[in-house]
């Protein structure tokens, strides 16, 4: 037969795709799938090549070799068939299988009996050949098992347990399969080779089948050793056609062949073949190894554009483009590091849904997996591997949600930056070494862009956020404020400036730590009971100062109304006694209030500063005419007045109760030291609401008595340093108490004040001077005459004269000098008497 | 995510053994870590519920010393309202299941516990684990592959032993002899009859069940008697070898038939109290040792067997472990004013006995919880398999309940109702589990009010106990043995006794120095 015949070179290009195929195999991981598509390769060399053979006589015999040919085509269908039992896990047909092989066993035998091909041979570049009684009986059976093959396929489809997609490459091929043995029942079409170009097509479906679908992974050295494998048979191939093509040329024209003239032709032909060798190495580099320039350019690119870009939301976009591009997920998210302590979610695909945010604290095993040095991660490691036995169940959740397949890391030197996350990729298939090479160098390039423009991110935030509250600053509120009148961001909103009241005093009490503290507490409850398009800022000391878009008038009162009432149970539902802060808040709006950022700020300082002239703790919007007033009308004013009035009474007279109960004595002393602290308010001339101040406190200044035990109070002899100490506490348990009654927090100063010294060697926090709120002077000076002038379980009561000389030798030591002068001229002009 | 079948079609048993086997390679310290980070993620799921309120308060704890300083040690009474009521909208998670199980000695019949999808997926894993190891003589190299006949002779849902199943389908197929859906509805007694006539058709792989009931079947061969199952009819080549070899043996050799004979099972799991005493006699029947798996309805799969019987090792991932030193566990059940102090397992020495007390993660409902097992740890490490976990053994329940072979708990009230029911003039008594040729039983010693015969008394209560517990009864039906013993006092031993030692007895499992002070004030 001549030697380019189709019906020689069909056998023999299936031959070299099949043992392509098994060197592929061999060099890759073996597994249960791969070994019986192993042998199902084998049996299908072995047809080939006796096909191949067969056709070329050569020795021994053309019989010999078609009888080689039938031991693969009596093996195939069976083979095949187990093969896809194995692929589909099905472990209920072991009958079908077992007959399959035992009839195969049979027709081998009948085979070397000459049952099957009773005789072969060449004859005049003609194959010929007589079948025997058992050809059309293998062929049958072998169509048979091709058919079972392809049932057990469609009803593991069907019953759902094996996804289409998974195996419609190999349906395909089985198709054809079965097309080209039912070709060979057509004598006319029988002769020429369909069913084993066919069967090659199969071969290559499946074993694309199995590598895209992660049953073959195939090294990447044995992918590049293969390539150019191939390239080097094509050529040499060619390069020996051409020289027989030649030969044969020659052989018409001369009528003989010559050795010489035909090296001559070999040496011309190779110099020819020299610059087709080239470009045909580029285009096989082309072909097999596009992935990796698109690669490298998908990185020129990446790289030209993020070298010019410093804004961080720009860069990861861009990076996510990037991935996007170059490996195609179904869904990208970068996770960047937030501070010292933690990551989150900085950027995802438009199309991926996250149901909550990712937030990893350092201790995280996903970031220690790569500050250990590793390089990628893939999501069967985190379910298989040990070191993940601690990620909490909702986080590997959340993995799965996302589809995670692979993470990257992005590192810079040691430094992790951040991750990338990858979900499956949109064709399905896993990720090659190549795309994990480029992931990695993308990533590392791009974590130095990254860190650079998180510092210029965080340098740009710490210019415009205020260190304590992490509120926003002074110029940035104003720049803020500024761009929403010129550019008219929103028709109306409203501007509110929220002053903390007392708060001198509270850092004088406490000291600035705890004050810096209260601020910090205060912010984050601002923050809680705003919108979150509101924009929020930390003023100056302790002001704060809010925009609230879209709102004015009652709108706007609603919402500092809300900030306001959220301090104020805030502070006062804790137990800490120092925790009795309030604020007071002004409002006005634009355009209504003014337009430009002075007019509106000086109208909503305005409105803060009636608030805290009408008592402090009070929420006010700007009106233009009398100034500020609260927009409740006045009935509804007056209603609520009227209640607060009544809780604020039955308040303090229930405390009273409290400490008459306790002891008389106690209650006597208080309200004396009520009634002359009136008196001396009045002279001092303090305005209606301290007087109230003065009245209420002096009530109450011992109410944190009723802690004290009464072996103390009532004790004879002077009390021990720590029976002292004991009494001194009272002060603090008093505002433990009333700072729970809304109400009554305007008393707080002056009750903590009233054991201060002016010297500042006072109890309990050693304030001095004029930082003594004046209410605590006032009380401190009627408490200590009411104590001098009463009798004590420990002595007898001083006469008025000799008190008053007490209160003058103690004048600007343990008294405020002018307050105590104003007591004692109240006394000696008769405006004051002492009381029974 | 691969299943386990899809991992043993790819033979990636290195793999598969990391991912279920993995945690036995933990220091102690990664453990630690483990059950801190997991502890961190229970308590933020209890702080965002009813019942973690309840428990923890309204502040969340925010370190392991924290939560241990601010929540107070639980029992079931403390769940009781929740759970029995099946109130989901209070819990940490959505249960899928809820697990029952008896509650003797409780203030109702029975205990319900949740199960929400991460702890089934924790427990598969962890069964799974137990199953690997089963069918393993050292790491690395396990036998279970899919389709493998499973006799599955343990109690199916709604008891924790029935969810197994239903885990395990999702990652890998057995044949269950008899299939679960079948299972499901035949008793006990039924249930194992059926798998083992299946098994002697189809052959068997694995067994999971009671370790009392493999040594009954076990001895039932070696006696000839197949407990009234019907002929075996073969389906495979190597069950009909199997049984012909069996026949020629019996028949012709005239040798005694064992199990072994029969089956060549790969992987043996028991649980039950008394699973260490029956050990060897499994091995002697069935040619393979058991390995034994330890869990309970509110605990789930605590921990597993290993190699070289040197105890169990648990599992880090399923329970935040705490334990109370047995001296304090017992103080404090005479003592309710006393709050005994836990220790982490970091803490626990050799030799020594602890009640556990446990904190389900995933979304569990029981926190800090005393579950009244005793567990003794063995050994620090297992040296010679590089286990750096301690390894421990199931002791007991705690000593005011007798568990007997896994098949029921008797408490103070059981014996009792049991008194009256019979109308014994019992003046007292005390009861403790013993074991008699390794085979644990129930001994009661007993003072009467009137003499009465001793076969009569013993006869009257063995009747009694197995009317009011349905459980005992299953002990003489299953296992063919009596597990009662009586020993009558003289009229006046409790008073001698009261005279003689300072100590009052306990009604259950009193000391062994305690009894003998109890005999010999018989004798004086």
Same mark, same amino acid.
């Given at each position: 037969m001549e030697p380019f015949s189709y019906l020689v070179l069909v056998p023999l290009i299936s031959f070299i795709c099949y043992c392509v195929l098994l060197a592929i195999i061999l060099g890759s991981r073996k597994n249960k799938v791969v070994r019986y598509y192993t042998v199902y390769i084998a049996a299908m060399i072995i047809w080939s090549l006796g096909s191949f053979v067969m056709k070329t006589n050569f020795p021994p015999?053309?019989?010999?070799?078609?009888?080689?040919?039938?031991?693969?085509?009596?093996?195939?269908?069976?083979?095949?068939?187990?093969?896809?039992?194995?692929?589909?896990?099905?472990?209920?047909?072991?009958?079908?299988?077992?007959?399959?092989?035992?009839?195969?066993?049979?027709?081998?035998?009948g085979n070397f009996s000459g049952l099957i091909m009773y005789e072969a041979y060449v004859e005049n570049n003609v194959f010929i050949y007589t079948l025997g009684p058992l050809a059309s009986v293998m062929a049958i059976w072998s169509l048979c098992y091709m058919f079972l093959a392809f049932i057990n396929i469609i009803q593991k489809v069907k019953t759902k347990k094996i996804p289409f997609s998974r195996v419609k490459f190999i349906l395909f091929g089985l198709v054809l399969v079965i097309i080209g043995g039912l070709l060979n029942l057509i004598p006319s079409l029988g002769k020429y080779p369909f069913d084993i170009v066919l069967n090659t097509i199969n071969a290559l479906f499946i074993a694309y089948s199995i590598y895209r679908y992660r049953f073959l992974e195939i090294h990447i050295i044995v992918k590049k050793g293969l390539s150019y494998s191939l390239y080097t048979l094509a050529l040499t191939g060619v390069y020996i056609a051409a020289i027989l093509g030649v030969q044969l040329i020659l052989l018409r024209i001369i009528g003989y062949n010559n050795t010489t003239l035909t090296l001559a032709m070999a040496v011309l032909l190779a110099l020819v073949f020299q610059p087709l060798k080239n470009t045909l190495q580029k285009g096989i580099d082309r072909l097999f190894y596009r992935e990796k320039l698109n690669h490298q350019v998908f990185l020129r690119d990446f790289s030209k554009i993020i070298n010019n870009v410093l804004d961080i939301n720009e860069l990861t976009d861009s990076l996510l483009e990037a991935v996007n591009k170059a490996i195609k997920p179904h869904n990208a998210y970068l996770i960047l590091r937030q501070g010292k302590e933690a990551y989150a979610i900085a950027k995802s695909s438009p199309n991926s849904q996250l149901e909550e945010d990712i937030k990893y604290s350092n201790n995280h095993p996903i970031l220690q997996w790569f500050n250990m040095g590793r390089q990628l991660l893939t999501m069967s490691e985190i379910e298989s591997s040990s070191f993940f036995t601690s990620l909490w169940s909702m986080e590997k959740k959340q993995l799965r949600s996302m589809g995670t397949e692979l993470i990257v890391p992005i590192k810079l030197r040691d430094q992790l930056v951040g991750l990338l996350i990858l979900s499956e990729k949109k064709g399905g298939e896993s990720y090659t070494q190549e795309e994990m090479d480029l992931l990695f160098t993308l990533m590392n390039n791009a974590a130095v862009v990254i860190e650079n423009a998180k510092l210029y991110e965080d340098a740009k935030y710490e210019a415009i956020t205020d260190g304590l509250t992490k509120l926003n600053n002074h110029r940035y509120f104003?720049?803020?404020?500024?761009?929403?009148?010129?550019?008219?961001?929103?028709?109306?909103?409203?501007?509110?400036?929220?002053?903390?009241?007392?708060?001198?005093?509270?850092?004088?009490?406490?000291?600035?730590?705890?004050?810096? !503290?209260?601020?910090?507490?205060?912010?984050?409850?601002?923050?809680?009971?705003? !919108?979150?398009?509101?924009?929020?800022?930390?003023?100056?000391?302790?002001?704060?100062?809010?925009?609230?878009?879209?709102?004015?008038?009652?709108?706007?009162?609603?919402?500092?109304?809300?900030?306001?009432?959220?301090?104020?149970?805030?502070?006062?539902?804790?137990?800490?006694?120092?925790?009795?802060?309030?604020?007071?808040?002004?409002?006005?709006?634009?355009?209504?209030?003014?337009?430009?950022?002075?007019?509106?700020?000086?109208?909503?300082?305005?409105?803060?500063?009636?608030?805290? !002239?009408?008592?402090?703790?009070?929420?006010?919007?700007?009106?233009?005419?009398?100034?500020?007033?609260?927009?409740?009308?006045?009935?509804?004013?007056?209603?609520?007045?009227?209640?607060?009035?009544?809780?604020?009474?039955?308040?303090?007279?229930?405390?009273?109760?409290?400490?008459?109960?306790?002891?008389?004595?106690?209650?006597?002393?208080?309200?004396?030291?009520?009634?002359?602290?009136?008196?001396?308010?009045?002279?001092?001339?303090?305005?209606?609401e301290r007087i109230d101040i003065v009245k209420n406190a002096g009530l109450l200044h011992d109410i944190g008595k009723i802690g004290v035990p009464e072996s103390i109070l009532t004790k004879k002899e002077a009390l021990s340093p720590d029976e002292y100490e004991v009494m001194k506490r009272h002060v603090d348990m008093s505002i433990s108490i009333i700072k729970h009654v809304p109400n009554l927090i305007k008393v707080i100063p002056a009750i903590m004040t009233h054991h201060e010294r002016y010297d500042g060697k006072g109890y309990p926090r050693g304030v001095k001077g004029e930082n003594i709120p004046i209410e605590g002077r006032c009380l401190c000076i009627v408490d200590a005459f009411d104590a001098m002038t009463t009798d004590r379980p420990y002595r007898k009561a001083l006469s008025y004269s000799d008190a008053l000389m007490e209160l003058r030798k103690n004048s600007g030591i343990q008294f405020d000098p002018q307050l105590t002068e104003l007591f004692i001229s109240l006394f000696e002009e008769g405006n004051i008497t002492g009381v029974a | 995510m691969s299943t386990l079948q899809e991992m043993l079609r790819q033979e990636e048993y290195n793999k598969i053994w990391e991912k279920y086997c993995g945690f036995l390679d933990l220091s102690l310290n990664e453990f630690m870590l483990i059950q801190e980070r997991l502890l961190m993620e229970q308590i933020e799921l209890l702080s965002r519920c009813k019942l973690g309120r309840r428990l923890m308060g309204d502040s969340k704890p925010a370190s392991i010393e924290e939560f241990r300083e601010k929540v107070p040690l639980t029992t079931y009474e403390d769940y009781a309202d929740i759970l029995l009521n099946k109130v989901e909208d209070a819990l940490p998670s959505k249960p899928q299941y809820w697990i029952k199980t008896t509650w003797k000695g409780g203030t109702h019949e029975i205990k319900l516990a949740p199960y929400s999808e991460s702890m089934i997926e924790e427990h598969t894993k962890a069964f799974i684990a137990s199953l690997l190891l089963a069918t393993s003589k050292r790491p690395r190299e396990f036998s279970l592959r899919a389709y493998d006949k499973f006799l599955y002779g343990m109690a199916p849902l709604p008891y924790l032993t029935g969810l197994a199943p239903y885990g395990v389908r999702n990652e890998i197929e057995f044949e269950y002899l008899p299939p679960i859906d079948q299972a499901e509805g035949l008793d006990f007694e039924k249930r194992n009859k059926i798998g083992f006539e299946l098994a002697l058709n189809k052959g068997v792989d694995l067994f999971f069940g009671l370790s009392s009931v493999l040594v009954k079947i076990g001895e039932d061969f070696a006696r000839g008697s197949t407990g009234g199952m019907s002929t075996p009819r073969p389906d495979n080549l190597t069950m009909m070898y199997r049984l012909l070899r069996a026949f020629m043996k019996r028949k012709f050799k005239k040798q005694t038939l064992l199990p072994k004979d029969l089956w060549e099972i790969k992987g043996i799991l028991c649980a039950g109290t008394d699973t260490h005493a029956f050990k060897e006699k499994i091995e002697y029947y069935w040619g393979r040792r058991p390995k034994e798996i330890y869990g309970g309805t509110e605990i789930a799969t605590v921990a597993t067997e290993t190699w070289g019987d040197s105890g169990l090792t648990f599992f880090p991932d399923v329970n935040f472990l705490e334990f109370i030193p047995e001296k304090d566990s017992l103080r404090s059940q005479y003592d309710k004013s006393f709050i005994p102090k836990t220790i982490l397992i970091n803490e626990i020495r050799p030799k020594e006995r602890y009640e556990l007390v446990i904190t389900k993660f995933r979304g569990g409902a029981f926190v800090r919880y005393r579950v009244g097992d005793i567990i003794e740890c063995l050994s620090l490490h297992n040296k010679a398999y590089n286990i750096s976990i301690p390894q421990i053994r199931f002791v007991d329940r705690i000593s005011n309940i007798i568990d007997l072979a896994g098949f029921t708990r008797i408490t103070t009230a059981t014996i009792d109702q049991a008194v009256k029911l019979g109308g014994l003039p019992v003046e007292n008594w005390v009861a403790c589990k013993q074991y008699e040729d390794k085979e644990p039983i129930l001994h009661i010693y007993m003072e009467l009010k009137d003499e009465m015969c001793f076969d009569s008394v013993k006869d009257i209560l063995h009747e009694s106990l197995k009317e009011s517990d349905s459980d005992y009864k299953d002990i003489q039906m299953m296992l063919g043995k009596d597990p009662l013993r009586i020993t009558l006092l003289p009229k006046g031993s409790f008073n001698e006794y009261k005279k003689k030692s300072e100590n009052i007895i306990t009604k259950m499992n009193p000391s062994q120095q305690s009894i003998e002070v109890l005999l010999d004030s018989k004798c004086s």
């Open positions: 015999s053309t019989i010999f070799w078609n009888r080689i040919l039938c031991i693969g085509l009596i093996s195939m269908p069976v083979i095949f068939y187990h093969f896809t039992l194995v692929l589909t896990d099905t472990k209920n047909q072991k009958i079908n299988l077992a007959v399959g092989y035992f009839l195969a066993f049979l027709l081998m035998i104003q720049e803020i404020l500024s761009k929403c009148i010129s550019e008219k961001t929103y028709d109306v909103f409203s501007v509110a400036m929220i002053d903390v009241d007392l708060f001198k005093l509270y850092n004088d009490l406490y000291g600035h730590s705890a004050g810096d !503290r209260a601020l910090i507490k205060i912010a984050e409850v601002i923050k809680k009971s705003t !919108r979150s398009e509101d924009i929020i800022a930390r003023y100056g000391g302790e002001e704060f100062a809010v925009i609230f878009p879209n709102i004015e008038g009652a709108a706007s009162l609603r919402a500092i109304e809300r900030i306001r009432r959220a301090v104020e149970s805030c502070f006062c539902s804790s137990k800490d006694v120092n925790e009795f802060l309030t604020i007071s808040v002004g409002v006005a709006s634009y355009p209504r209030d003014g337009l430009t950022n002075e007019e509106i700020l000086d109208k909503a300082d305005s409105a803060m500063y009636a608030a805290k !002239r009408s008592g402090r703790n009070q929420s006010v919007v700007y009106a233009k005419k009398d100034n500020s007033i609260n927009l409740l009308n006045n009935k509804e004013m007056q209603k609520v007045q009227d209640s607060i009035k009544t809780a604020y009474f039955s308040a303090i007279y229930a405390l009273a109760a409290t400490i008459d109960a306790k002891d008389h004595y106690t209650y006597g002393h208080s309200e004396n030291v009520s009634n002359y602290a009136v008196a001396l308010a009045k002279a001092a001339g303090f305005d209606e | -």
